[in-house]
């Protein structure tokens, strides 16, 4: 399914080409039909007739989302850069804590998601639940799947509760990029565990001698691919190149997920974030800081970051490193009862996708989405809310073109057509991980915590998450509002 590099038909890029909307920030419809994204605050959701008036199946426990919380996410090498992963993933389970009111003594399990590890601290959930103040005697365990790994964490204490393990569990992720583990070269590591076993000072000597150089050189750790060895970014720029997507369309993408982003945060609707006091720094870190509203002109003029010169992937149409982490309070409706605790939202579906992660690489939500809508028996015209994971610009857009594209369904997903791209007045109309920040381990909760929010504010009853992941991976995930539930 080699689309990606062999070279696409003539007939193939006119249909990609011409088949999804020329993106724009105007806010209105040229001619031609050509559809704009807007940056103004979206309207309440249109009331239409669903397909199915609930996602409840009979026999099947209800799970809900109580609420959730994250740290700010903050580009790496700033007000975090002193602290380890487990004081992030901490800081968000002592927030959801206090958000909640929650007796910690309720809580059954937790399960937090990570991409690169801190050696010292390998179950990074553990160590944070105890730091935290959670019961040694509630266990705790780390998942790890790429770009969804909160995700994958979320639908584990799922399938737990649903499988009547457990009543009430805590669910979130945490990355830290301002200290990744930088390691000894491997034959450095090999010489220093021969002088760890060596038994005379002889037998030292005799290896320090083979000291060179080359030991000395560092293996530094690579946003790519393990089996294609290709970088992410490299990835995204030949998915834009094979689906027509412009350079010019990317950084009015990305100038909208900013704007969208800055809008939503001083209005105040990124509740979400709980504010830390990070030892060492003077001011409270009280929101994102990566959210930085441009100019098109001032985005056109940076340089290609991967592909060059000709690449049409920038640093400003591309999710930066972030440091964060993130957790929420997941449990069965009865739980939430008996409790008192008021649910935002329930979990009601949720499938996970492989593709090949050479040339499909981030086409995760192309493949998701039609397969959770389906098993749920909803249309595309049924989703009110659209977030989906912000990788690249280029990746969102290749996808969106994907979705609505007869060819693409037709050859590469078996279909009569095409699956129908989201409508894009519902999507990621707070901003997205371009401009919010992608904390690797940490965005799926975001993820969620923003759809059922947003299913409230704007009236909403059904949303979609997607999100593309490393290794050509994906997850879709559908959310049903709470009756009653207030943000």
């Not at 739980?335 to 690489?361: C, E, H």
């Given at each position: 399914?080699?689309?990606?590099?062999?070279?696409?038909?003539?007939?193939?890029?006119?249909?990609?080409?011409?088949?999804?909307?020329?993106?724009?920030?105007?806010?209105?419809?040229?001619?031609?039909?050509?559809?704009?994204?807007?940056?103004?605050?979206?309207?309440?959701?249109?009331?239409?007739?669903?397909?199915?008036?609930?996602?409840?199946?009979?026999?099947?426990?209800?799970?809900?989302?109580?609420?959730?919380?994250?740290?700010?996410?903050?580009?790496?090498?700033?007000?975090?850069?002193?602290?380890?992963?487990?004081?992030?993933?901490?800081?968000?389970?002592?927030?959801?804590?206090?958000?909640?009111?929650l007796d910690k003594s309720a809580v059954d399990y937790i399960?937090?998601?990570?991409?690169?590890?801190?050696?010292?601290?390998?179950?990074?959930?553990?160590?944070?639940?105890?730091?935290?103040?959670?019961?040694?005697?509630?266990?705790?365990?780390?998942?790890?799947?790429?770009?969804?790994?909160?995700?994958?964490?979320?639908?584990?204490?799922?399938?737990?509760?649903?499988a009547g393990v457990y009543d009430a569990c805590i669910a979130g992720g945490v990355e830290f990029?301002?200290?990744?583990?930088?390691?000894?070269?491997?034959?450095?590591?090999?010489?220093?565990?021969?002088?760890?076993?060596?038994?005379?000072?002889?037998?030292?000597?005799?290896?320090?001698?083979?000291?060179?150089?080359?030991?000395?050189?560092?293996?530094?750790?690579?946003?790519?691919?393990?089996?294609?060895?290709?970088?992410?970014?490299?990835?995204?720029?030949?998915?834009?190149?094979?689906?027509?997507?412009?350079?010019?369309?990317?950084?009015?993408?990305?100038?909208?997920?900013?704007?969208?982003?800055?809008?939503?945060?001083?209005?105040?609707?990124?509740?979400?974030?709980?504010?830390?006091?990070?030892?060492?720094?003077?001011?409270?870190?009280?929101?994102?800081?990566?959210?930085?509203?441009?100019?098109?002109?001032?985005?056109?003029?940076?340089?290609?970051?991967?592909?060059?010169?000709?690449?049409?992937?920038?640093?400003?149409?591309?999710?930066?490193?972030?440091?964060?982490?993130?957790?929420?309070?997941?449990?069965?409706?009865?739980?939430?009862?008996?409790?008192?605790?008021?649910?935002?939202?329930?979990?009601?579906?949720?499938?996970?996708?492989?593709?090949?992660?050479?040339?499909?690489?981030?086409?995760?939500?192309?493949?998701?989405?039609?397969?959770?809508?389906?098993?749920?028996?909803?249309?595309?015209?049924?989703?009110?809310?659209?977030?989906?994971?912000?990788?690249?610009?280029?990746?969102?857009?290749?996808?969106?073109?994907?979705?609505?594209?007869?060819?693409?369904?037709?050859?590469?997903?078996?279909?009569?057509?095409?699956?129908?791209?989201?409508?894009?007045?519902?999507?990621?109309?707070?901003?997205?991980?371009?401009?919010?920040?992608?904390?690797?381990?940490?965005?799926?909760?975001?993820?969620?915590?923003?759809?059922?929010?947003?299913?409230?504010?704007?009236?909403?009853?059904?949303?979609?998450?997607?999100?593309?992941?490393?290794?050509?991976?994906?997850?879709?995930?559908?959310?049903?509002?709470?009756?009653?539930?207030?943000?």
């Amino acid at each position: 399914m080699a689309f990606v590099m062999a070279r696409p038909s003539s007939s193939l890029l006119s249909l990609l080409h011409n088949g999804f909307c020329k993106i724009c920030i105007s806010g209105h419809f040229p001619t031609g039909g050509v559809r704009a994204l807007s940056t103004t605050v979206p309207r309440l959701a249109v009331v239409q007739t669903k397909t199915k008036s609930s996602l409840g199946k009979p026999g099947l426990k209800n799970i809900v989302l109580v609420d959730g919380v994250r740290t700010p996410f903050l580009m790496s090498g700033t007000q975090y850069q002193k602290l380890m992963p487990h004081d992030l993933a901490r800081q968000a389970l002592k927030g959801l804590v206090g958000r909640v009111g929650l007796d910690k003594s309720a809580v059954d399990y937790i399960v937090m998601g990570t991409v690169i590890q801190e050696v010292k601290t390998s179950n990074v959930a553990r160590e944070a639940a105890l730091g935290a103040g959670f019961s040694d005697k509630t266990p705790s365990h780390t998942v790890t799947m790429a770009c969804i790994s909160s995700n994958q964490a979320v639908t584990t204490c799922a399938g737990l509760m649903h499988a009547g393990v457990y009543d009430a569990c805590i669910a979130g992720g945490v990355e830290f990029m301002s200290d990744v583990p930088i390691r000894h070269s491997r034959k450095m590591r090999e010489l220093l565990l021969k002088l760890n076993r060596a038994k005379t000072t002889g037998a030292r000597l005799s290896l320090l001698s083979q000291l060179s150089m080359k030991h000395l050189m560092p293996d530094l750790p690579a946003v790519a691919e393990f089996s294609t060895n290709e970088t992410m970014g490299h990835s995204a720029d030949r998915l834009a190149a094979a689906f027509q997507v412009s350079r010019e369309e990317q950084d009015q993408f990305a100038l909208r997920s900013h704007t969208l982003a800055h809008k939503a945060q001083e209005a105040g609707c990124l509740s979400d974030i709980v504010a830390f006091k990070v030892p060492g720094v003077d001011q409270t870190v009280e929101k994102d800081n990566g959210i930085r509203v441009s100019t098109i002109e001032s985005l056109g003029k940076l340089r290609p970051a991967f592909v060059k010169p000709h690449g049409t992937i920038t640093a400003a149409n591309a999710s930066y490193l972030t440091d964060g982490a993130s957790a929420c309070l997941l449990c069965t409706e009865e739980k939430a009862k008996q409790m008192g605790w008021k649910p935002k939202a329930y979990i009601r579906d949720f499938t996970y996708v492989s593709n090949d992660p050479k040339d499909q690489l981030l086409l995760g939500p192309s493949y998701a989405t039609p397969k959770v809508l389906e098993r749920a028996g909803l249309k595309n015209s049924d989703i009110d809310v659209w977030e989906i994971h912000e990788a690249f610009a280029g990746q969102i857009l290749a996808n969106m073109k994907a979705m609505d594209s007869d060819w693409f369904g037709k050859t590469y997903q078996g279909r009569s057509g095409k699956v129908g791209a989201p409508d894009v007045d519902k999507l990621n109309t707070w901003g997205g991980s371009l401009s919010i920040g992608h904390p690797f381990g940490a965005t799926g909760v975001r993820l969620l915590m923003h759809a059922a929010h947003r299913l409230i504010k704007e009236d909403g009853q059904y949303a979609c998450i997607t999100a593309c992941a490393a290794g050509g991976q994906g997850v879709g995930m559908l959310v049903e509002r709470y009756p009653g539930a207030t943000v």
